[in-house]
């Protein structure tokens, strides 16, 4: 790829004023992702910290169930701080560090990447602020308790729709202004170049793993790989280290289509959206007629995103990989099947891959393997409560109510 390019998208669509710490970020990654202290370090706290590798569980009881192919589960709930987004947040904090800035900056939806930057930066002794959708900050008071406890600031952001989306933006005009001490911890693969590359980079560790856990499990690589999509961390690290070398395995990403895409909208980018640029890169988007970006809505806050990681876009448009959107009520019969049957309470954003999951293990039979990205867990999204209807989100049900608890 053309520097900062797939295909055609990705890039770098942002003020001259930004370029500078783009290209000092990239001097920087480049310079110390190959260097053996800075590898030994990291791999180090993915290790001894975060838990990893994360476990491939078979999932023998949901499989018994719906039959035909197996399911396996990449578990990175069970990573420290139950997500996959420590991965990332460790690695860039520990860049952050190594580039001699004191504070970083992230934004988050449901809070699991804000849990994971304050939680790096209180290991590495870095100042750290979150900015989160005011939105995202009442459904998940919670985390941000958590995010505070870990030494962590809360910005709430109160402009746009008050969601992911609105945070991002806020978080990139605050670094454009703090460059000399601050860095930015994007969360998603998303932005400009180098922002895509360094998180699927980080992200892939869960790939690799998958490959080598697939060949001690099933001597073989698996069927079909499975994740959920808003801006595509989760996914882009799975099906990474599959794309060129295993062409037969199905790399398979699940949007989020939200109550009713017909009059709610839904955060499907790839389903409902078209190219554009947004966020410093181009990709495909949520966009209104006039070709502005358009309101994402889901019962995930992760995964209420307009638009989608320009490698996603790519796959997408290449053909390598496929993108389904999966609705709210689908993602939450899968949240309690798993929880039901396997005694693990997934995230509601990995819950849209495992919806899938369940569909695809039939169509594919038997003799098949599937792996989800488990890409967090639950305890967040329990006590999740419908938002005002001023919010227009007056037609979601009671989260209780939806589960049939």
Known sequence: MDKGRFG??????????????????????????????????????????????SKLYYAANLTKQIGGAKIY????????????????????????????????????????????????????????????????????????????LLGAE????????????????????????????????????????????????????????????????????????????????????AFYEFINDDPNTRLIGCEAAGYDPETCGSAAAITYGSEGVFFGMKSIFLQDESRQLASAFSISGELEYPGIGPEHAWLHESGRAEYVAVSDEEALGAFMRLSRLEGIIPAIESAHAVAHAISLAGELGEGKTIVVCLSGRGDKDVMWRPLPESWGMSKRADFFTLCQL
């Open 154 to 237: 809360v910005r709430k952001v109160t402009s746009g729709s008050m969601g992911l989306n609105d945070a991002i933006n806020e978080a990139m005009s605050e670094w454009v202004n703090c460059i000399s001490d601050t860095h930015y911890v994007l969360g998603s693969a998303v932005g400009p170049h180098p922002f895509p590359t360094i998180v699927r980079n980080f992200q892939s560790v869960i790939g690799i793993e998958i490959r080598a856990q697939m060949r001690e499990s099933e001597g073989r690589m698996p069927d079909a790989i499975v994740a959920c999509v808003g801006g595509g961390s989760n996914a882009i690290g």
């Open 8 to 53: 055609d998208f990705g890039g770098q669509y942002v003020p001259e004023a930004q370029l500078g710490a783009l290209n000092e970020l990239e001097e920087a990654y480049n310079k110390y992702i190959s260097d053996p202290d800075y590898q030994y370090e990291l791999f180090g706290l993915f290790a001894d910290y975060t838990g990893r590798p």
């Open 73 to 148: 589960l990449k578990r990175e709930d069970l990573n420290h701080t139950g997500s996959h987004k420590i991965n990332n947040a460790i690695g860039q904090a520990l860049l952050a560090k190594k580039m001699g800035k004191t504070r970083i900056i992230a934004e988050t939806g449901s809070g699991q990447h804000g849990i994971a930057a304050a939680t790096a930066a209180a290991l590495l002794g870095l100042q750290c602020e979150v900015f989160m959708g005011k939105k995202d900050a009442e459904r998940h008071a919670t985390e941000v308790f958590r995010m505070k």
